[in-house]
């Protein structure tokens, strides 16, 4: 969507202006010069390379039609709904049920499902989920919400960097200092993060890709199904890799009970987006 090219352009501004103005704090006009080449290299791997890095994160395999007949029938059969090419499918070693979608366009679109969903979820609720994903790379969603996690990953490594530096350069006498100045760091930049990650997405983006499963499916009972599965698995079942700032790529938050998952809350309340749902199950069943 056009609007989605457009915010993913502020993001990479916004992000620059940001190395500029840290260069410059630290080291003058060189700090600058040395923040323009940093910033350029951030933006340029964010936009080509953002898809590779989370599958990296998650620690994500692809996985081919030999692997897994089941889930790639059921992404071909999906995807032949949406009217779309057929993206990479990759697997999470992670028992909580849960999937993401990524790639800057349809040609370059990859679907990650981890192995939980696969066991959690019947044949109905996965194609539903599997639509819903689908839906944000027809939408070109996953272009800004990759960068977004990219960059926001980016900006909380920064912190950690600075955090350490401070401890470990700080003389025995200023480690009151020291711990002030990380703490410092650490409210800079993770509320900046958590407003990039937000600025990328809304309820409104998720409720249309609900939207639009059901519309594929034809089956909005499927899906709301499947996310009340996930919320309540996911209580339980803890997501060993990734981050809080890559928790909004996925279809609902893997990490709902870590410390600072309410800044980067960015789902709609899983109650409401089941409602809603259940709402559109009497249209789909009289138009069956």
């Known amino acids: 969507m056009r609007g989605n090219g457009f915010k993913t352009l502020l993001l990479l501004t916004v992000l620059t202006s940001l190395c500029l103005w840290g260069g410059y704090a630290a080291a003058g006009n060189i700090g600058i010069l040395v923040a323009l080449v940093l910033s ?11 898809a590779r890095f989370l599958l990296r994160l ?5 996985v081919s039609l030999l692997e897994s007949p089941y889930l790639f029938r059921l992404v071909r059969r999906v995807s032949r709904g949406a009217g779309l090419l057929v993206p990479r499918v990759y697997l999470i070693p992670e028992n ?3 999937a993401f ?9 990859i679907v990650a499902v981890t192995e939980g969903l696969l066991r959690a979820l019947d ?6 989920v599997l639509a819903h994903e689908l ?16 960059l926001a990953g980016a900006l909380s490594s920064l912190a950690n960097f600075a955090l350490w530096g401070v401890m470990l350069g700080a003389p025995r006498g200023q480690e009151e200092r020291g711990s002030a100045l ?13 407003t990039l990650v937000r600025f990328s997405v809304s309820p409104a983006r998720e409720f249309a890709a609900d939207e639009a499963s059901a519309l594929i499916t034809g089956n909005p009972l499927a899906l709301a199904s499947a996310l009340e599965k996930i919320e309540r698995e996911s209580r339980t079942l803890p997501f060993y890799s990734g981050s809080l700032e890559t928790a909004h790529l996925f279809i609902q938050n893997p990490f709902p009970s870590a410390r600072l998952s309410g800044l980067f809350r960015t789902h709609p309340p899983t109650a409401e987006r089941v409602r809603r749902l259940l709402a559109m199950a009497p249209i789909y069943h009289l138009a069956a």
């Open 40 to 50: 350029g290299v951030m933006n340029l791997g964010s936009y080509w390379f953002s």
């Open 58 to 62: 998650y620690d994500a395999r692809e």
């Open 96 to 98: 909580a049920p849960n």
């Open 101 to 109: 979608a990524a790639g800057r366009n349809q040609k370059h679109g």
């Open 123 to 128: 044949e109905e609720e996965l194609e539903a």
């Open 135 to 150: 839906a944000h790379i027809r939408d070109r969603d996953t272009l800004l919400t990759s960068v977004a996690a990219t």
């Open 182 to 194: 990380s703490t410092l760091f650490t409210l800079l930049f993770s509320p900046i993060a958590a």
